[in-house]
């Protein structure tokens, strides 16, 4: 059958590759999902994604041709992989993506395989509207020939092969924004490379790049390079010609020097030198907050200086630094200071070993089978293994991660862990903030593998109990401190069918290492009871660095106390009571452009400051109330008062009083119009708003309300604040405030037996749409690059923006039937059936305005058809 197969043409051999595939499927019994969704075409998740494409191919069906996105896994047998990408241009000719990946399938510890992909058909170069190919993990060892014919070819990705060197015709290839060749075996790069005037994202890290072609300098769109993890040991001076470079990466390389022009790239925003071998570099670098030069030995003199006469010569440590074709280093009785090609240090001191020790490393990837990571936490490096494993050192091991992400700022604490035997503990783990800042860990004398890894904070809760001095002044222990407080609830019965294990942040300052258990005090309440039971005997609490975790057969609120105290549940109800709590403060301001518009809001008395000072540049008011106390969870209400009301009716308005919920996590912030039956042309209207308070949560307790209400005369009213109306000179309120451009000129927004729209009519429309309008224009079918557009030319000017995207629209669709109703359709696919019901109620009159003109014409609906009345004569009737 193989060599019949090998004796026909290559269009027969594949058709009947094609044929042959097919009959097996069906004969197997295979069942094809349905796997095309639109334009697409999924096959690398499903087994024996060839024998489906194949049979797919065979039935000819019409849907094929309208693909425009293929994933096919690599993981199949290469004469067939072979047989089914020789169909693709032929039966899937709009193919604008194909992803021909491996990685699908790990080893033993979890790490990804590569595909066995090494070459490519010929015919591919047929896809002339090819823009996405994804080569990743595969086992390539040079670039397929028809890859570079593929000339409209946007980004190409061939990240995880055995690629020793790129073709110089890849530099014909005019449309090319995005390059990715990370981790292969790369030793030089074609000079034809500079010829990619488009290119924009150029990753060549984790290869064996030791020079750089001058011709680099040409890529006049780069604006990412990624060189790091090579073996650079200079860089040629036509970098400094990329003038739309942001963003420059060489960590983990070999460099001396760099060109001193590189620091006056007019877009570089980052410059990463990191674990390089630079003594001297110009001033410029050292000052520029966007470079970083950490793990250089910068200022350290070469010679060593000169011992006095008689003194004893003791002989200099060795310092290593090891490029990534190197695998291993050796550790004499002197000891060492080794610096690897990812950036780890390890210092060996001396006496470490009484005999020499070659130690061999390798770097793992975190997958999730070889690192078991708990919620929240991220990992911050590679896995690192040392061999031989059980190799016990006479003293402590000290291993630094000078790279760690900028992300670890935002995180709680960094954790180094080493595994053995099967299992993952922790590591005494200390952060060093001198110049240059690094993380160090002190190694415990038998180092088999190591990992670093940082969470990122507890899960949202209700209120983040801090140990404040409140509390600690309620506990009388200055040492004392409480975990945030988890609390979790379910829908559906009470009761799990299984234990779920929950994990709770240890005490701010407390960890695994550290803590003494019986101090450690596992709390519990089950809402509305406001009691809190101390439950830490009765379930198993595994301690790590920083979470405690056990099981639970229901959901409920849970707080860590970490106390002398033995009797801590009456002292959790009363912080409880005091942490749910909250003095806030109320504002009322009016927007300068357009005073109807008022801002509501409740702020935490330590936000109001910075809050103020970011919304008075568009909104000027009194000044904010007094303060007050509300509970977490409590209900106030804003009632407007004086002459002046909500203008419109809104979900959230009961009453005529706007509705708040507080919750301290939340802004608490509203904006309404308002209106007045008052003449303000006669004079301005002096009105006022004032807050109410609501119902309290039901957890609260009792004796807290009533603490809280003796403090006050009024239990309900909190604050009033004024609000101002200007009077209205002139044509105010009709066309003031359209903007630059528009005025009230008659619109053919709708028909006449329907009704039409003015531009009154929209101008009331835009003055209650608010920041809702990008929604609204996305769903009228603006496009999104004109919603861009608006805002950059009405910046800092919200009406604006609404007012120049309604009317603009508006004029595009002067005359068009079904204007109205699409108005009326995007205002409620936009959540504002308010404006939409308005919308409806102005049609609605206009048309009952239209039916009375007929009926007083006296024609009956037999009669012949009147002429339609003019659109200003229908426009009047619908503004009246």
């Known amino acids: 059958m193989a060599a019949a197969v090998e004796g026909l043409e290559p269009e027969a051999a594949a058709e009947d590759a094609t044929r042959g595939a097919a009959e097996e499927a069906v004969d197997a ?118 890859v570079p014919q ?157 011992s006095p006469p008689g003194t004893p010569v003791v002989p200099e440590m060795p310092r290593l630094f090891l490029t990534t074709d190197l695998d291993s280093f050796p550790v004499t009785p002197q000891g060492c200071s080794v610096t690897l090609a990812c950036g780890i240090r390890l210092h060996f001191p001396a006496g470490a070993t009484a005999t020499p020790i070659t130690i061999h490393y390798r770097l793992w990837l975190p997958e999730p089978r070889l690192v078991p990571l708990g919620p929240h936490d991220t990992l911050l490096s590679h896995v690192l293994e040392l061999q031989p494993h059980g190799v016990v050192f006479q003293q402590d091991v000290g291993l630094w991660l000078l790279f760690v992400p ?60 801090e140990c404040s001095r409140e509390l600690r002044a309620l506990l009388g222990e200055p040492e004392a401190a409480v975990s945030p407080l988890l609390c979790l609830w379910q829908s559906g019965p009470p009761s799990f069918l299984r234990p779920v294990t929950v994990q709770l942040p240890l005490p701010p300052g407390i960890t695994g290492l550290t803590l003494d258990r019986s101090r450690l005090h596992l709390l519990y309440q089950a809402p509305p009871v406001a009691t809190w039971d101390d439950i830490t005997a009765q379930v198993a609490l595994e301690l790590t660095h920083l979470y405690a975790r056990f099981q639970v057969t229901h959901f409920s609120w849970y707080w860590l106390w970490y106390t002398t105290k033995s009797c801590v549940g ?50 000027h008011g009194p000044e904010p109330s007094d303060t007050v106390e509300l509970f977490e969870g409590e209900k106030f209400f804003a009632a407007f008062e004086r002459g002046i009301d909500v203008d419109a009716d809104r979900p959230d308005c009961v009453e005529g009083r706007i509705c708040f919920v507080f919750y301290s996590h939340l802004k608490n912030v509203k904006e309404v119009y308002v209106t007045t039956a008052l003449d303000r042309e006669a004079q301005a209207v002096r009105g006022q708003v004032s807050f109410y308070r609501g119902t309290v949560p039901t957890e609260v307790p009792k004796e807290a309300e009533a603490a809280r209400q003796k403090k006050g005369l009024d239990a309900l009213w909190m604050a009033t604040l004024p609000i101002k109306l200007p009077r209205l000179r002139g044509s105010e309120g009709t066309g003031q405030g359209l903007g630059a451009g528009l005025s009230l000129a008659p619109l053919n927004l709708g ?82 059936r308010d404006l939409a019901e308005e919308v409806r109620a102005v049609l609605e009159l206009g048309r009952q305005k239209y039916q009375a003109g007929i009926l007083r014409t006296g024609l009956a609906p037999g009669d012949p058809a009147p002429p339609s009345p003019s659109a200003s004569e229908s426009r009047e009737s619908t503004e009246a």
């Open 406 to 465: 900028p992300r670890v700022r935002r995180c709680r604490e960094v954790v180094v862990r080493t595994l053995s035997e099967d299992s993952w503990t922790d590591l005494e783990t200390h952060l060093e903030e001198e110049a240059p800042k690094r993380e160090r860990c002190s190694a415990p004398q038998d180092i088999p593998g190591s990992r670093s890894r940082s969470p990122r904070g507890p899960p949202r809760s209700l209120a983040r109990s």
């Open 29 to 146: 019994g295979l069942r094809v999902p349905p796997l095309l969704a639109g334009n697409r075409l999924n096959l690398d998740l499903y087994p024996g994604g060839c024998h489906q494409l194949l049979h797919l191919c065979a039935q000819r069906s019409p849907q094929l041709l309208q693909v425009e996105f293929l994933r096919l896994s690599t993981h199949e047998d290469p004469g067939l992989l072979g047989a089914t990408l020789a169909q693709v241009p032929g039966r899937l000719p709009c193919l604008r993506s194909l992803v021909l990946k491996g990685g699908q399938h790990r080893d033993a510890l979890g790490a990804c395989l590569r595909g066995c992909l090494t070459s490519l058909p010929d015919g591919l170069s047929n896809l002339a509207r090819l823009a996405h190919l994804d080569l990743s993990f595969n086992s390539l060892e040079a670039l397929p020939a028809c």
């Open 150 to 306: 593929l000339r409209g070819l946007d980004a190409l990705l061939l990240s995880h092969n055995c690629l020793l060197e790129l073709p110089e015709a890849l530099g014909a290839l005019p449309s090319l924004t995005f390059l990715a060749v990370t981790h292969n075996c790369l030793q030089t790069l074609p000079t034809a490379l500079g010829a990619l005037s488009t290119l924009r994202r150029l990753d060549l890290s984790e290869n064996l790049l030791d020079t750089l072609p001058p011709e680099i300098g040409g890529l006049s769109s780069l604006a990412e390079l990624n060189l790091a993890s090579n073996r650079l040991q200079s860089l040629p001076a036509s970098l400094a010609g990329l003038r739309s470079l942001r963003l420059l990466f060489l960590y983990s390389n070999l460099l001396t020097s760099v060109p001193a022009g590189l620091i006056h790239l007019p877009l570089l925003a980052r410059l990463d030198l990191r674990g390089n071998q630079l003594r001297d570099v110009p001033p410029e670098f050292l000052d520029a907050p966007f470079v970083r030069l950490q793990g250089n030995p910068l200022g350290e003199a070469l010679p060593r200086p000169l």
């Open 570 to 619: 009456g002292l959790a109800r009363k912080a409880w009571a005091r942490l749910r709590l909250h003095r806030v403060n109320l504002i009322a301001l009016q927007r300068r452009r357009d005073p109807e518009q008022v801002l509501l809001q409740c702020l935490p008395r330590n936000k109001v400051e910075a809050t103020l000072k970011r919304l008075l540049e568009r909104y």
């Open 751 to 832: 028909d006449a037996e329907s009704g039409f729209l003015t531009q009154s009519n929209l101008l009331s429309v835009a003055r209650r749409l608010g920041l809702d309008w990008p929604a609204v224009a996305l769903h009228l079918g603006l496009p999104y690059r004109e919603l861009q557009r608006i805002r950059l030319e009405f910046r800092d000017d919200l009406d604006g923006q609404i007012r120049h995207m309604l009317f603009s629209w508006a004029e595009r669709q002067a005359g068009r039937p079904g204007a109205v109703g699409l108005l009326v359709q995007a205002l409620e696919q936009s959540d504002r």
